[in-house]
Structures are given as structure tokens and as C-alpha cells.
């Protein structure tokens, strides 16, 4: 019996496998049982255990490689001609892993055009199984860790990122705006002194464009003449800049000693 295993073994090296992965970086079954010269799945399968490989999470499991030829990126994921790979393996377990470690969780679409595939019925599958959550954000649904302490996290970080202005914007209204980037700007607010307040206000008025000063005194609880006013000394560049350390401050002049 023994010798008969051995036998096998030589029938069917792994080395064949290695080599059309070396040449084709991805196969199907049917090109690994021909390179083999068997028909059943079985013996590919019995080879293919001998080494590293991965099944595609595209294309049905339809394709093949090993975990040397793949070059996964920082996410895991690697695609070849348009087959998907993950390092995790199957497409249940990347986007559970993904979702987990997202920083502000994943909505379907997100998800879908990171992957390149279709994953409602994965993520509902999940949700199922309860090995990730979801929330209703936005009118969508946010996928989340099952965590509560992460999920509160992914949540919260996830309402102040669709609230936050795009590079050159201004403030989102104090409707939309989450509590958590309402607070950070208030208490940014109550640092500065009145000159600033305005300055700052007017700034914010400026990216807003048409409706800005309304806009921003409302938030910040200011009259809507004051924003207007900082907003026209910005244009008009009618400000002075002044010392931003208070005379007198800093440390103590050390005096030098001279020797007696």
C-alpha cells in the first residue's frame, strides 16, 4: 500500500503545478488537471494541499494561484486579468475582516467597488451570522464591527467624515453636522479672541459662497453683520497682523554674570 502511495506521488509531481502557476500566475481546474494529466478534481486538490495556494473570491472560486506568485496589497488583495484574490480567502472572510478593521465601517457600494464584486448577499449573510453588525446612517445601512465599543467608534467616525467639507469647502450646516464636529468647532471657537472670532467667521462665510454669512452665524451663535464684517476685512485685506505672543511674554531674560 505504501508503495502504491509512493507511486502516486511520483505519478503526479507538484513541481507541474508550480511551474504553470510560474507561467500563468492563475488557472482553472480544468488547466490543472490537464497539466497533471488526471481528471479528477480530487488529485488537484491532493497537490494543490501541498502548497499555498488560494481560490479566486471572483468569478465563483473559478480560478486558482499560489501565495508566492500573488502580490497582495496592504489590503490584502491582489487581482490578475481581472480575477480577484484575497489573502484571506473567501469573499465572506475579506469583507468580515474589512469591515472590522474599517476606520468609519463600510456601506454596500463601498464594499462592492473596493472588491470589484457583488456583496449584499455576503454582507447579509454576515449580518446573519452575526459576525458584523449594521446601522442605519444616512439612509443607508453602515456595516460595522459587532464590537459595540468599535462599532460606536466606526459610527461616530463615520458621521463626522460624510460631514466633513470637501479641501477649499465650507461648514455643513448645523442640521446635518454630527455633535461630535459641532463641539470641536465651538470649542475652537471659544479660544480665539474677538478679532479671530470674526476673522474666522468671515473665512468660513467666504468658502461658503451665497448665504454664507446667514449660515455661519447661525452656527457659531454670532450676528450676522459681525460675519459680514470679518468676511470684508478678508477681502479687503483691512486687518493687521499682530504679534501673536503677548509683550512680556516667553521665558525670563537670563542676565549674564559677570566675574567680580
Not at 488537471?33 to 502548497?51: C, H, M, N, P, Q
Not at 481581472?82 to 456601506?107: D, K, Q, Y
Request: proline share 3%.
Amino acid at each position: 500500500m505504501c508503495y502504491s502511495l509512493i507511486m502516486r506521488s511520483k505519478q503526479y509531481p507538484p513541481r507541474r503545478l508550480i511551474e504553470l502557476f510560474k507561467a500563468e500566475r492563475i488557472a482553472t481546474m480544468e488547466e490543472l488537471k490537464a497539466v497533471l494529466g488526471t481528471r479528477a478534481d480530487a488529485t488537484v486538490f491532493r497537490k494543490l494541499g501541498e502548497l499555498s495556494y488560494r481560490t479566486s473570491y471572483s468569478h465563483n472560486g473559478k480560478y486558482y494561484t499560489l501565495d508566492r506568485i500573488a502580490k497582495y496589497d496592504e489590503l490584502g488583495l491582489w487581482s490578475f486579468r481581472a480575477v480577484w484574490f484575497s489573502s484571506r480567502g473567501t469573499l465572506l472572510s475579506t469583507a468580515e475582516a474589512l469591515i472590522h478593521e474599517a476606520e468609519t465601517g463600510f456601506f454596500a457600494s463601498e464594499l462592492e467597488l473596493l472588491l470589484q464584486v457583488e456583496v449584499r448577499g455576503c454582507l447579509l449573510k454576515l449580518v446573519r451570522e452575526q459576525r458584523v453588525s449594521r446601522e442605519k446612517q444616512f439612509g443607508r445601512y453602515l456595516y460595522c464591527s459587532p464590537t459595540p465599543s468599535r462599532r460606536k467608534q466606526q459610527v461616530a467616525a463615520r458621521r463626522v467624515w460624510e460631514a466633513e467639507p470637501l479641501l477649499g469647502g465650507g461648514l455643513v450646516s448645523a442640521e446635518v453636522m454630527p455633535d461630535e464636529l459641532k463641539a470641536a468647532i465651538i470649542l475652537f471657537f471659544s479660544l480665539l479672541d474677538e478679532k479671530q472670532r470674526r476673522l474666522y467667521a468671515g473665512l468660513e462665510a467666504l468658502k461658503i459662497g451665497h448665504g454664507g454669512d446667514q449660515r455661519v452665524a447661525d452656527l457659531l451663535g454670532l450676528d450676522v453683520g459681525t460675519v459680514a464684517r470679518g468676511r470684508r476685512d478678508l477681502v479687503e485685506q483691512d486687518t493687521e497682523v499682530e504679534r501673536i505672543r503677548r509683550s512680556g511674554g516667553g521665558r525670563k531674560r537670563v542676565e549674564k554674570k559677570r566675574p567680580r
